[in-house]
C-alpha cells in the first residue's frame, strides 16, 4: 500500500519521460513507478497526455527522451532516428512482458475470441497451438466468457470484446498490464462487467497501470493515483489523498467535473 | 452469310479448347504473379522509406496509365530490337514466345492495378489493429503476414473478382501478338473458312460463362473468408 512502509525494487520505472509530437511537447518530464502488485492509476482531463505517456511505456509511441526500465532492464529513447534490428528485438522482448488494453479493444476481427486469446502465445512465444488452446480457454473463463469462445468480435457486445482482449493479454503472461481509459467506449451497462474483471485482477496481486475516468474504481484499487495536467505531474500520492482531498485548483476542478 | 457450317469442323472446336486453355493459363499466371508483384509493391508502398516508396509510386503511375496494347507492341515488337537483350534471361524466357511475351505484359500491367488495389486494402486495416499485434509483441513481419495481410485480402476480395474478370477478357488482345487463345485460335479458323462472326459469337458466350464462374468462386471464396454469423461449435 501506499506508502509502502518498506522500499521496494520497482518493477516498472518510467524516468524523466518527454513526448513531443512536433513542436507540441505532450509530456514533460514524468517519472512513475510501480512495485510488484502496485496498481498506478492515471487520471487527468482529456488532452493531458495520458494516453502518450501509457502507449510510451511499451513504444507504441516513440518518446522524445527518457527512458523505460522494466525488470532492471533499460530502455531508452531513440528519438529521430530508425530503431536497429537489435534494438527492435529489444522492444518485441519489452512487449512480451507488457500486456496491453485498448480503449477501442482492438481485436482482431478475422479471429474468433479464442483465436485473438491464443495468437500471442503460438505466434511470439511458440506455445504449441493445443498448449495454447487449453491455457486460451482458462483465460476466457477468468473473464467470464467460456460460453463464448468461438464467436467472432463482431458477434459480441462491447464489454464482452473488453473482457476479451484481457484475456488476450493475460494470455502472454505478462509481468505487467496496462489499461487505457478500458471502459470508456463502453455503454454505461457494459461498464460494470469489465470493471469486475480488473478488480479480480487486483486481487490476485497484478501490477497494473490504468487509465481511467471511473473515480470510485480507482478509489478502491489504486495503490498510487496520479494526477496529469499539461503533460505534468500535478499531483500524485494515495488515492484517498488525491482524489478525497486534492491540493492543486486543477485537481480540484478536475474531479468536480467527475463526481455526479 | 451466316452458316454455322464452321461448327461442324473439327479444327474449329479444337481451336475453341486449345484456346480457352490458353486464355486460362494467361489469366491464371498473370493474375497470380500480378498478384504477388503487385502485393510486393503495395508492401514497399506503405512500409517502405522514401525511395522506395517513390518506385513503387511511379510504377502504378506508368503502368496503370499505358494502355494494354501499347504496352504489348512495345514489348513483343520493341524489345527485341534492343541488341544487348540477346542471350539474356529475359530474352530466352520472355521474348521467344508470344505467349510468354503476353504473360509478362499482362503480369506488369495487373500488378499496377493489383498493387494499387492492395496498397489501398492495407490502408484500410485500422492502426489500432495492428498496435494490438505490437502490443503481444509482434515484429512487424509477423503483424503483416498474421493480420495486415489477411485483413486487407478480405477487404479487397470483391474487387479481386472483378479485376480477374477484367483480366480475363483484355487477355483476349494478346490475339494481336499472335497468341492462339480463346478469340485468337478460334478467329483464325474463321478467316480459313470465310466466316469471321460465328467465332465471335461462339467464343463470346464462352467469355460470358467464364466470368459468371468467376463471379460465383468468388462469392463462395467471400462467405467462405467470413465470420460466420453463429459460432459453428462449442467446444466446452
Ligand atoms: N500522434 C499524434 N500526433 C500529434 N499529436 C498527438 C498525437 N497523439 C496525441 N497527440 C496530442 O497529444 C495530446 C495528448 O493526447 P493524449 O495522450 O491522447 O491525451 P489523453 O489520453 O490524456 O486524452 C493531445 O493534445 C493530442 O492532440
Ligand atoms: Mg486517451
Same mark, same amino acid.
Given at each position: 500500500?501506499?506508502?509502502?512502509? #518498506?522500499?521496494?525494487?520497482? #518493477?516498472?520505472?518510467?524516468?524523466?519521460?518527454?513526448?513531443?509530437?512536433?513542436?507540441?511537447?505532450?509530456?514533460? +518530464?514524468?517519472?512513475?513507478?510501480?512495485?510488484?502488485?502496485?496498481?498506478?492509476?492515471?487520471?487527468?482531463?482529456? *488532452?493531458?497526455?495520458?494516453?502518450?505517456?501509457?502507449?510510451?511505456?511499451?513504444?507504441?509511441?516513440?518518446?522524445?527522451? *527518457?527512458?523505460?526500465?522494466?525488470?532492471?532492464?533499460?530502455?531508452?529513447?531513440?528519438?529521430?532516428?530508425? @530503431?536497429?534490428?537489435?534494438?527492435?528485438?529489444?522492444?518485441?522482448?519489452? @512487449?512480451?512482458?507488457?500486456?496491453?488494453?485498448?480503449?477501442?479493444?482492438?481485436?482482431?476481427?478475422?479471429?474468433?475470441?479464442?483465436?485473438?486469446?491464443?495468437? *500471442?502465445?503460438?505466434?511470439?512465444? *511458440?506455445?504449441?497451438?493445443?498448449?495454447?488452446?487449453?491455457? =486460451?480457454?482458462?483465460?476466457?473463463?477468468?473473464?467470464?466468457?467460456?460460453?463464448?469462445?468461438?464467436?467472432?468480435?463482431?458477434?459480441?457486445?462491447?464489454?464482452?470484446?473488453?473482457?476479451?482482449?484481457?484475456?488476450?493479454?493475460? =494470455?502472454?503472461?505478462? =509481468?505487467? #498490464?496496462?489499461?487505457?481509459?478500458?471502459?470508456?467506449?463502453?455503454?454505461?451497462?457494459?461498464?460494470?462487467?469489465?470493471? @469486475?474483471?480488473?478488480?479480480?485482477?487486483?486481487?490476485?496481486?497484478?501490477?497494473?497501470?490504468?487509465?481511467?475516468?471511473?473515480?470510485?474504481?480507482?478509489?478502491?484499487?489504486?495503490?498510487?493515483?496520479?494526477?496529469?495536467?499539461? +503533460?505534468?505531474?500535478?499531483?500524485?500520492?494515495?488515492?484517498?489523498?488525491?482524489?478525497?482531498?486534492?491540493?492543486?485548483? =486543477?485537481?480540484?476542478?478536475?474531479?468536480? @467535473?467527475?463526481?455526479? | 452469310?451466316?452458316?454455322?457450317?464452321?461448327?461442324? /469442323?473439327?479444327?474449329?472446336?479444337?481451336?475453341?479448347?486449345?484456346?480457352?486453355?490458353?486464355?486460362?493459363?494467361?489469366?491464371?499466371?498473370?493474375?497470380?504473379?500480378?498478384?504477388?508483384?503487385?502485393?510486393?509493391?503495395?508492401?514497399?508502398?506503405?512500409?517502405?522509406?522514401?525511395?522506395?516508396?517513390?518506385?513503387?509510386?511511379?510504377?502504378?503511375?506508368?503502368?496503370?496509365?499505358? %494502355?494494354?496494347?501499347?504496352?504489348?507492341?512495345?514489348?513483343?515488337?520493341?524489345?527485341?530490337?534492343? /541488341?544487348?537483350?540477346?542471350?539474356?534471361?529475359?530474352? $530466352?524466357?520472355?521474348?521467344?514466345?508470344?505467349?510468354?511475351?503476353?504473360?509478362?505484359?499482362?503480369?506488369?500491367?495487373?500488378?499496377?492495378?493489383?498493387?494499387?488495389?492492395?496498397?489501398?486494402?492495407?490502408?484500410?486495416? %485500422?492502426?489500432?489493429?495492428?498496435?494490438?499485434?505490437?502490443?503481444?509483441?509482434? !515484429?512487424? !513481419?509477423?503483424?503483416?503476414?498474421?493480420?495486415?495481410?489477411?485483413?486487407?485480402?478480405?477487404?479487397?476480395?470483391?474487387?479481386?473478382?472483378?479485376?480477374?474478370?477484367?483480366?480475363?477478357?483484355?487477355?483476349?488482345? !494478346?490475339?494481336?501478338?499472335?497468341?492462339? $487463345?480463346?478469340?485468337?485460335? %478460334?478467329?483464325?479458323?474463321?478467316?480459313?473458312?470465310? $466466316?469471321?462472326?460465328?467465332?465471335?459469337?461462339?467464343?463470346?458466350? &464462352?467469355?460470358?460463362?467464364?466470368?459468371? &464462374?468467376? $463471379?460465383?468462386?468468388?462469392?463462395?471464396?467471400?462467405?467462405?473468408?467470413?465470420?460466420?454469423?453463429?459460432?459453428?461449435?462449442?467446444?466446452?
Amino acid at each position: 500500500m501506499y506508502p509502502s512502509s #518498506l522500499p521496494r525494487a520497482p #518493477l516498472l520505472e518510467v524516468r524523466n519521460l518527454r513526448k513531443s509530437f512536433g513542436s507540441l511537447e505532450v509530456l514533460k +518530464g514524468v517519472n512513475i513507478a510501480a512495485a510488484k502488485g502496485d496498481i498506478v492509476t492515471l487520471i487527468g482531463s482529456s *488532452g493531458s497526455g495520458k494516453s502518450t505517456l501509457i502507449r510510451c511505456i511499451n513504444f507504441l509511441e516513440e518518446p522524445t527522451q *527518457g527512458e523505460i526500465v522494466l525488470d532492471g532492464v533499460v530502455y531508452s529513447a531513440i528519438p529521430l532516428r530508425r @530503431r536497429s534490428r537489435r534494438q527492435n528485438a529489444d522492444l518485441v522482448y519489452l @512487449r512480451r512482458k507488457v500486456g496491453m488494453v485498448f480503449q477501442s479493444f482492438n481485436l482482431w476481427p478475422h479471429r474468433s475470441a479464442i483465436e485473438n486469446v491464443m495468437e *500471442g502465445p503460438v505466434q511470439v512465444l *511458440g506455445v504449441s497451438k493445443k498448449e495454447a488452446r487449453e491455457n =486460451a480457454l482458462g483465460y476466457l473463463e477468468k473473464v467470464g466468457l467460456s460460453d463464448r469462445i468461438d464467436y467472432y468480435p463482431s458477434q459480441l457486445s462491447g464489454g464482452q470484446q473488453q473482457r476479451v482482449a484481457i484475456a488476450r493479454a493475460l =494470455a502472454m503472461e505478462p =509481468a505487467i #498490464l496496462l489499461f487505457d481509459e478500458p471502459t470508456s467506449a463502453l455503454d454505461p451497462e457494459l461498464v460494470g462487467e469489465v470493471l @469486475r474483471v480488473m478488480q479480480n485482477l487486483a486481487s490476485e496481486g497484478r501490477t497494473m497501470i490504468i487509465v481511467t475516468h471511473e473515480m470510485q474504481f480507482a478509489l478502491e484499487v489504486s495503490s498510487e493515483v496520479v494526477f496529469l495536467s499539461k +503533460g505534468n505531474i500535478e499531483e500524485r500520492g494515495s488515492p484517498s489523498d488525491v482524489l478525497k482531498s486534492p491540493k492543486s485548483e =486543477a485537481l480540484a476542478s478536475f474531479l468536480q @467535473r467527475y463526481r455526479s | 452469310m451466316l452458316n454455322f457450317a464452321i461448327l461442324e /469442323t473439327g479444327a474449329f472446336w479444337w481451336a475453341v479448347l486449345n484456346g480457352l486453355a490458353v486464355t486460362l493459363a494467361l489469366t491464371t499466371l498473370s493474375t497470380g504473379l500480378g498478384f504477388l508483384l503487385g502485393g510486393i509493391i503495395a508492401s514497399v508502398h506503405i512500409y517502405g522509406g522514401g525511395g522506395a516508396r517513390l518506385a513503387a509510386k511511379t510504377y502504378i503511375f506508368i503502368f496503370r496509365g499505358v %494502355p494494354l496494347l501499347i504496352l504489348l507492341f512495345l514489348v513483343y515488337y520493341g524489345l527485341p530490337r534492343v /541488341t544487348w537483350l540477346r542471350g539474356s534471361l529475359f530474352w $530466352d524466357l520472355v521474348l521467344t514466345s508470344p505467349f510468354r511475351t503476353a504473360v509478362f505484359v499482362l503480369t506488369i500491367n495487373n500488378a499496377a492495378y493489383l498493387g494499387e488495389m492492395i496498397r489501398g486494402g492495407l490502408k484500410m486495416v %485500422p492502426p489500432g489493429l495492428l498496435e494490438a499485434a505490437a502490443a503481444v509483441g509482434m !515484429t512487424k !513481419t509477423r503483424a503483416y503476414f498474421r493480420v495486415h495481410a489477411p485483413l486487407a485480402l478480405r477487404s479487397i476480395l470483391g474487387n479481386l473478382g472483378s479485376e480477374t474478370i477484367a483480366v480475363v477478357k483484355a487477355s483476349a488482345i !494478346t490475339s494481336v501478338i499472335t497468341v492462339r $487463345d480463346l478469340m485468337g485460335g %478460334p478467329t483464325v479458323v474463321g478467316k480459313i473458312y470465310l $466466316d469471321p462472326l460465328t467465332p465471335l459469337l461462339v467464343v463470346g458466350v &464462352i467469355y460470358v460463362v467464364i466470368v459468371q &464462374i468467376i $463471379d460465383l468462386g468468388t462469392k463462395l471464396l467471400r462467405s467462405h473468408l467470413a465470420q460466420p454469423d453463429v459460432p459453428q461449435s462449442q467446444h466446452l
